[in-house]
Nanobody
Framework: QVQLAESGGGSVQAGGSLRLSCTVSNRVFTDCAMQWYRQVPGKERELVARISGRGSTTYANSVQGRFTITYDNYEKTLYLQMDTLKTEDTAVYYC????????????YGQGTQVTVSS
């Protein structure tokens, strides 16, 4: 199964930037999509950004134009560049990858905290 491990979270002031990294290992089903999610206590996990196996990207409306998802196939690392951060971006961020023959299964990393202060 694919395994993922995030890094790069931390604290930043509103308007600042952070880049999250996610090391991806054992990724056999390379046609399957990868994602970044976030979760705030008491709320459901929210899809933030998605990149398909072919590299096309989609974003939640709340982050469109501010966040960028990329995948470095050589480094086997998924990134989330977050610019113009807002206090409402504060959450635990998780990277994820689909796998199996139908891309129907999904594994998540352990999560990394992002805190944006005003």
């Amino acid at each position: 199964q694919v395994q993922l491990a995030e890094s790069g979270g931390g604290s930043v002031q509103a308007g600042g930037s952070l880049r999250l990294s996610c090391t991806v290992s054992n990724r056999v089903f390379t046609d399957c999509a990868m994602q970044w999610y976030r979760q705030v206590p008491g709320k459901e996990r929210e899809l933030v950004a998605r990149i398909s196996g072919r590299g096309s990207t989609t974003y939640a409306n709340s982050v469109q134009g501010r966040f960028t998802i990329t995948y470095d196939n050589y480094e086997k690392t998924l990134y989330l560049q977050m610019d113009t951060l807002k206090t409402e971006d504060t959450a635990v961020y998780y990277c994820a990858a689909n796998y199996d023959n139908r891309c129907a299964s999904r594994n998540y990393g352990q999560g990394t905290q992002v805190t944006v202060s005003s």
